[in-house]
């Protein structure tokens, strides 16, 4: 089978047990809203400064709504030694990652649009004028997220407390996505959009560049036994 | 075993010496005082973190390649001693910044880089101990620390874009244009002391390890 072709079978095949289980979904989606509520709490969203502090709240959500995604990712696949058989099957190893990668970024980004929305309305955060810019990033950050989560998900399943050890290896790897997302979406909210704006992006998308290329060369040490 | 006690000699000798040299032969600093002194030993301690951090990814890189136990025992013995100066650089830090800076902390770009430098140290550390199995936990470990050693400089080159795009008050400390002569002699002293014991410790730990091993395997054979 050719690459992509493999690499569409495995992201087929997640999007498939997804529509029929929906539990990332729902998972990831009623977890964002519970930190946004949260916040709500923690911060009187009355005296907030929203332009300063919205998309930090935002990426904060969206980081811990995924993790929650991420942390599933690989769990699926051992029930009834699923991973073994995909080991096994005549695939590149690459495409497994690749596959999962791209599962996750797709709940991922659905489950963040949403977030955004209730998000805007929550906080009175007018994104529309916005929503090109913001769609931009959202997809650049949370593929940095999805890729570096995707391959530390994969390490993290084979210890002995894998959900805790998700975020320790996860968030400090994934801190210079974090930090260049906020900045973006805080440059794209302004208006007009701050001039960091470009610069962000640019390192979103070395940030990007970077952690897929390391994980399909490392990805096969992973799953070797 | 000779080349051992020379090792341990010279690190000796040569700890003496920076200890002199940092408390007695530097001069004081003019406006922060005596506190400032720590400085020697803080950037020796930062020295070695780096250094160390290099050394666990060079290792693991070759531990993946040749899949041998031989430089996983390497890259882990680094990351075990690297992190205990990366600790040191983190308490020596805030006692010199208290009364130079007025404050324990602040979120600049070299403060933040080995704070999670630190966190991936830890990272690593605490991964090897949750994995069952010898080969998969070279494996694993030695995957998360190459990510983990590409990380550090990301997130230290993004601290600088951020703080430069956002003019903070400007950091004394670190950077001195131009030390005193007689500091710069301290200040190498005390590197090479540091680097010296860095590599007296890591060869311990690497024995330590191999022995481990050793008895491990007589063990099996015993069993059976």
Known sequence: MHFLNQVSAILWKDILTEFRTKDALTSMLLFGLLVILMFHFAFEPDSLDTEKYGPGLLWVTFIFAGMLGMNRTFVTER???????????????????????????????????????????????????????????????????????????????????????????????????????????????????????????KFLIVYDIIFITLPLLLFDYVLEE | MKAHNVHAFLTFILMLAAIYAVFVYAPTELTMGEVQRIFYFHVSSAWISFLAIFLVFLFSLLSLLKSSRHWDIRSASAAEIGAVFCTLVLITG???????????????????????????????????????????????????????????????????????????????????????????????????????????????????????????????????
């Open chain 1, 79 to 201: 029930e009834n030694d699923n991973l073994q058989g995909l080991m096994m099957a005549p695939v590149n190893w690459g495409a497994i990652y690749l596959g999962k990668m791209l599962s996750n970024l797709l709940f991922m980004l659905i489950a963040e649009t949403i977030i955004l929305f209730c998000f805007s309305i929550f906080f009175n955060v007018d994104i529309l004028p916005r929503l090109g810019w913001v769609s931009v990033i959202t997809f650049l950050g949370t593929l940095g997220f999805a890729s570096a989560g995707t391959i530390l998900s994969a390490i993290s399943i084979n210890t002995r407390m894998s959900e805790v050890m998700l975020p320790i290896l996860f968030l400090p790897v994934a801190l210079p996505a974090i930090l260049g997302a906020v900045e973006a979406t805080a440059a794209a909210l302004t208006d007009p959009p701050g001039a960091a704006l470009g610069f962000w992006v």
């Open chain 2, 94 to 224: 805030p006692i010199w910044a208290k009364p130079v800076w007025g404050i324990w902390w602040t979120w600049d770009a070299r403060l933040t880089s080995f704070f999670v430098l630190w966190l991936i140290y830890m990272g690593y550390l605490m991964l090897r101990r949750l994995v069952e199995s010898a080969e998969q936990r070279a494996k694993l470990s030695a995957v998360f620390a190459i990510l983990g050693a590409v990380d550090v400089p990301i997130v230290y080159m993004a601290n600088r874009w951020w703080r430069t795009q956002h003019p903070q008050p400007v950091i004394a400390g670190g950077e001195k244009s131009g030390l005193d002569p007689e500091m710069r002699i301290a200040l190498f002293i005390s590197l090479a002391a540091f680097t010296l014991l860095f590599f007296y410790l890591w060869r311990l730990r690497c024995n330590l390890e191999e022995l481990n091993d050793s008895g491990e395997a007589m063990q099996r054979r015993l069993q059976s």
